[in-house]
T-cell receptor, first 111, second 113 residues
């Protein structure tokens, strides 16, 4: 399958911005997603970006896509304790419409 | 309420026993998926089904089996052939087609003793 890579851990102070990075390899990806998983729960879709866009903003969330470098990032402004979770990057292949997930970045918000 | 339910939330089984995990959705989605989640490895696709009475193997299908007799239901059986079955199992569903927003269930944590 396709490879999606993320750093595993991020620690951020409450009120600061968080930036989670992701790289992918499938140049035919159509959509790229960010999911959030709280402890012991399923995944919740946070936001997505279509491959012909380079930025998308949704309240405190900003997604940046660099197709040339196959790099995706999620910025969370004014990070709160409720943002502590695992964040997964995923890409949708246009070949078979399957999602490939990264290993997840565990974000810890400290006071 | 529309959504995906998985039961049970926690499941314990003895080694060598088959066990079936339930997944039901009332979102009228055609496609359903089973993933396995292990610490530090993200989600890996076990099986998926795009339509009733049809399913395909994902990346790690060995030791698992599924059925899709009804649109709403996609049960997963973890057989005794699965070498390391202890994991968190997630079911998801979506509409078919290029925009594939998958909705996830709450997961079942299976522990094989």
């Amino acid at each position: 399958g396709e490879d999606v890579e993320q750093s595993l851990f991020l620690s951020v102070r409450e009120g600061d911005s968080s930036v989670i990075n992701c790289t992918y390899t499938d140049s035919s990806s159509t959509y790229l997603y960010w999911y959030k998983q709280e402890p012991g729960a399923g995944l919740q879709l946070l936001t997505y970006i279509f491959s012909n866009m380079d930025m998308k903003q949704d309240q405190r969330l900003t997604v940046l896509l660099n197709k040339k470098d196959k790099h995706l990032s999620l910025r969370i402004a004014d990070t709160q304790t409720g943002d502590s979770a695992i964040y997964f990057c995923a890409e949708l292949s246009s070949n078979d419409y399957k999602l490939s997930f990264g290993a997840g970045t565990t974000v810890t918000v400290r006071a | 309420d529309g959504g995906i339910t998985q039961s049970p939330k926690y499941l314990f089984r003895k080694e060598g026993q088959n066990v079936t995990l339930s997944c039901e959705q009332n979102l009228n989605h055609d496609a359903m998926y089973w993933y396995r989640q292990d610490p530090g490895q993200g989600l890996r696709l076990i099986y998926y089904s795009q339509i009733v009475n049809d399913f395909q193997k994902g990346d790690i299908a060995e030791g698992y089996s599924v059925s899709r007799e009804k649109k709403e239901s996609f049960p997963l059986t973890v057989t005794s052939a699965q070498k390391n079955p202890t994991a968190f199992y997630l079911c998801a569903s979506s509409t078919r087609g290029p925009y594939n927003e998958q909705f996830f269930g709450p997961g079942t944590r299976l522990t094989v003793l």
